[in-house]
């Protein structure tokens, strides 16, 4: 079974530009989440959605990120403008409903630099 | 509010001996269960192993128990024998239950293990 599928792998880009991170949830799966990592911060929740609707975007940072789920088998983050602050490996995981031992599958992540 | 801590930042461990990863945590949930995660240098988080608060025994999977003491609000990640292909950051995170199903995870600070010849 294919996992969580993230895209890209790495991005570069220049302050001011907008960035767009996708994500392909396991199929079936109810819940998706965003997560940033940094070596300061560790791994932070930003976001989840819950059967495409967005529940708590508590761990946005600014307004400058935005995410969304258009169906349940695609989401995406962006950030707009971009600030070098915001370089840092982005996770997204998805997770199904149920029993209370459901793990969180990881995507391979996205390794964000912004110059 | 749940806080996971991890105070190793980094361990070493000879091959193919025993370690053990501390994990403590906090919560006033009666209802509450413990991952661990494994991120290898390539980046990606593997899941390893749970364990419910409510569970009779302690976790194992393969080479991977949880020394789980409830009172003392520890999961320790133990890993036997260990191989060189377990050298990786170890994240403890703790679940909060989601209304409809579901786990949202708040991860500790992780911690580097090292497995040398």
């Known amino acids: 079974d294919a996992g969580v599928i993230q895209s890209p792998r790495h991005e570069v880009t220049e302050m001011g530009q907008e960035v767009t991170l996708r994500c392909k949830p396991i199929?079936?799966?109810?819940?998706l989440f965003w997560y940033r990592q940094t070596m300061m911060r560790g791994l932070e929740l930003l976001i989840y959605f819950n059967n495409n609707v967005p529940i708590d975007d508590s761990g946005m940072p600014e307004d400058r990120f935005s995410a969304k789920m258009p169906n349940a088998s695609f989401s995406t983050l962006k950030i707009q403008p971009s600030e070098p602050r915001d370089s840092a490996v982005y996770f997204c995981?998805?997770?199904?409903?149920?029993?209370?031992?459901?793990?969180?599958?990881f995507g391979d992540g996205t390794r964000l630099s912004i110059l | 509010a749940q806080k996971i801590t991890q105070t190793q930042p980094g361990m070493f461990v000879q091959e193919k001996e025993a370690v053990t990863l501390d994990c403590t945590y906090d919560t006033s949930d009666p209802s509450y269960g413990l991952f661990w995660y494994k991120q290898p240098s390539s980046g990606e988080m593997i899941f390893l192993i749970y364990?419910?608060?409510?569970?009779?025994q302690n976790a194992t999977e393969g080479r991977y128990s949880l020394n789980f003491q409830k009172a003392r609000k520890s999961a320790n990640l133990v890993i036997s024998a260990s191989q060189l292909g377990d050298s990786a950051m170890y994240f403890c995170?703790?679940?909060?239950?989601?209304?409809?199903?579901?786990?949202?995870?708040?991860f500790g600070t992780g911690t580097q293990l090292k497995v040398e010849l």
């Open positions: 995170a703790m679940r909060e239950a989601l209304t409809g199903g579901g786990n949202k995870l708040t």
């Open positions: 364990q419910g608060s409510y569970d009779q």
């Open positions: 199929s079936g799966h109810d819940y």
């Open positions: 995981a998805s997770s199904s409903r149920g029993v209370s031992n459901q793990p969180q599958h």
